[in-house]
């Protein structure tokens, strides 16, 4: 508990809906983070290969044009393992990083071909901890991403302190909030696509609630980002630039902002930060501790076995 650490928040532009370059691109942001002495670095939600923000454009009825843009993501979506999966283990070990970074996960348990909106966790001895898919998606997300389950939702002991994550709106949901919680969880990773005044309160509500330290990490996207060849860049308004402009953040147990929001940039956000700081912010309100009244509530997480 004494042990200061150094956390990140990468507010990157994937290479869009390109698996290899994106990979590529994380992995020399990794030992990057190295060299700076970052123990925790947290990608944005589905930094590889980039958020399918066609979903809140085109409608449904344009059948070939989604199905056509569904076959790009699913063949630079990510299976756990695979050779990307390979690369960002070598990567953290070679930074001594562990990392934690949003993706589209395709299926391999069955058909291989839906997928899941997940983020993957990597030890800074470049092994996998485990992944959590994204429990519901939102709005258009769901014509893209299947629903996870609470076999997924679950914390890792690091180097860094224990670690969980939640996906975008799941930070929203009390009962998985609750969860994270119930784990003991000192560092809430929160990968988004949501860069709204109205999320970054959240962040800050997320953190005194808790009293943990929450990573907000959301890629920075540009209209010129998309390549030309993907029909629905027109769809956007005429002269506008940004598509996403990040807003990442990194907040402590008390709410206090220590770094970012950082807005329409490229960017890494580092903070130094000492775990002891969220036993001080618990001696007020613990809220799966003294304020839990397990005597007039219960809370259940149901885990369905994988195997």
């Keep these: 508990m004494t042990k200061n650490i150094k956390v990140a928040a990468a507010q990157l532009s994937p290479i869009f809906l390109n698996k290899e370059k994106t990979v590529e691109k994380a992995c020399e ?5 190295g060299e700076k002495g970052v123990d925790l670095m947290v990608f944005p ?23 056509d843009l569904y076959l790009k993501l699913v063949e630079n979506a990510v299976s756990i ?37 997940s983020l993957l966790f990597i030890d800074d001895q470049g092994s996998i901890l485990g992944k959590h898919r994204k429990l519901i998606p939102t709005g258009g997300e769901r014509l893209i991403w299947s629903q996870g389950d609470g076999s997924t939702l679950c914390s890792y002991d690091t180097s860094a302190g224990k670690i969980a994550g939640l996906i975008c709106w799941e930070n929203f949901m009390p009962l998985a909030r609750n969860a994270i919680y119930e784990f003991g969880t000192q560092i809430l990773v929160s990968p988004t696509w949501d860069k ?19 990573i907000s990490a959301c890629m920075s996207l540009k209209i010129d ?29 008390n709410g206090k902002v220590i770094a ?6 490229e960017g890494i956000l580092i903070a130094d930060i000492n775990l002891q700081d969220i036993v001080k912010a618990k001696r007020m309100f613990d809220a799966v501790g003294h304020y839990s009244r397990p005597d007039v509530f219960n809370f259940t997480l149901n885990k369905p076995n994988k195997n």
């Design 81 to 117: 393992p695979d050779d990307s999966t390979k690369k960002l283990c070598k990567a953290a070990k070679k930074a001594k990083v562990n990392v934690v970074i949003g993706l589209h996960e395709r299926n391999t348990e069955t058909s291989n071909a839906s997928l899941f909106n």
């Design 29 to 33: 942001a990794i030992l990057d983070a």
């Design 260 to 265: 970012g929001p950082l807005e329409a940039e």
């Design 225 to 253: 980002d998309i390549p030309d060849e993907f029909e629905f860049k027109k769809l956007y308004p005429e002269g506008r630039e940004w598509i996403n402009v990040g807003n990442s953040s990194i907040i402590a147990p």
């Design 45 to 67: 939600e589905a930094f590889i290969p980039g958020y399918p923000d066609w979903v809140w454009l085109i409608p449904n009825s344009k059948r070939a044009e989604l199905d």
């Design 196 to 214: 709204s005044p109205n999320w970054f309160q959240t962040m800050q509500h997320v953190a005194r609630e808790g009293g943990l330290f929450v």
